[in-house]
């Protein structure tokens, strides 16, 4: 007889609360789960993004901001050879030929250019930057998620196991 009061308390305790209470955390497990693998998705695409950023920046720092403050020097050395005397050189009434002041553009073009590049550097440095924030929370939030799978599965282990289970609802009953 206790058997089968038992079996039917068991059955009882599984289908009102256990089984309803194991559905919940399965659930929300699963759900943590889900955010877990989309913060992992967008924390490999903003790696990506800190790789190109960083790969824009190599290339302007080794290449394209010498190769402008190369062209700078050389339409210098072009100046410094048309042999113009001071007065000359930073006279603006002055006539120029059209060859002198064809490399004096070419000069204003180039010290331009590396103005352009020098602020398009600032600029991504200023996105790494922020991209790089941005990683450091995405890696904070991952450490939540994982935190929070970790109690939630440590919840539904207790469930069966603990002060709910079977027996002080067949004692409640028994009295």
């Known amino acids: 007889m206790l058997g089968i009061l038992y079996f039917a308390i068991s059955l009882a305790y ?10 919940e955390y399965e659930l929300e ?24 950023i960083q790969i ?18 050389l339409h210098e050395k072009k100046i410094e050879a048309l042999n113009e005397d001071f007065i ?3 006279n603006p009434f002055n006539e120029k030929s059209a060859e002198s002041q064809m490399i004096y553009e070419q000069r204003y073009e180039a ?8 602020e398009q550097l600032e600029d991504i440095l200023m996105t790494q930057a922020v991209k790089a924030v941005s990683k ?5 939030k991952n450490n939540q998620i ?12 207790n469930v069966g196991t603990g ?5 002080p609802w067949l004692f409640g009953i028994l009295g």
């Open 14 to 23: 599984h289908k009102s609360y256990y089984d309803p209470r194991m559905r």
């Open 29 to 52: 497990i699963a759900e943590l789960f889900e955010k877990k693998v989309e913060a992992k998705t967008d924390l490999s695409k903003l790696e990506s993004t800190l790789k190109q």
């Open 56 to 73: 824009q920046i190599n290339t302007l720092i080794e290449t394209k901001i010498p190769a402008a403050k190369e062209s700078i020097a």
């Open 88 to 90: 000359d050189r930073y």
């Open 111 to 118: 010290i331009e250019d590396k103005e352009r590049l020098d």
């Open 136 to 140: 450091s929370e995405m890696l904070e």
């Open 146 to 157: 994982e935190i929070f799978i970790s109690i939630e599965e440590h919840e539904k282990e």
């Open 163 to 167: 002060s709910l289970g079977v027996l």
